[in-house]
């Protein structure tokens, strides 16, 4: 049986403001990484939940609203 690939902390962070309306750079200068760090962090929690972009996010991670 194949595990699902589990979303880091820091992943769901970033994913979590994404689906709120944040824009990468907005998320980047909260946060205070780049807005590289942050198109790589949701690139990949895109790829692991297989969403097409961030309005698929919060029904992903199971957030509310």
């Known amino acids: 049986m194949l595990e699902e690939p589990k979303v880091t902390e820091r992943e769901r962070q970033i994913a979590r403001l994404a689906a709120g309306g944040m824009t990468d750079q907005q998320i ?7 807005t590289r760090t942050v198109s790589n962090h949701l690139y990949r929690v895109y790829f692991k939940l297989g969403a097409k ?7 992903l991670l199971d957030e509310p609203g």
Do not use: M, P, Q, V
């Not at 980047?28 to 780049?34: G, K, S, V």
């Not at 972009?53 to 029904?59: A, Q, T």
């Open 28 to 34: 980047a200068d909260e946060l205070h990484l780049t």
């Open 53 to 59: 972009g961030r309005h698929d996010l919060r029904f």
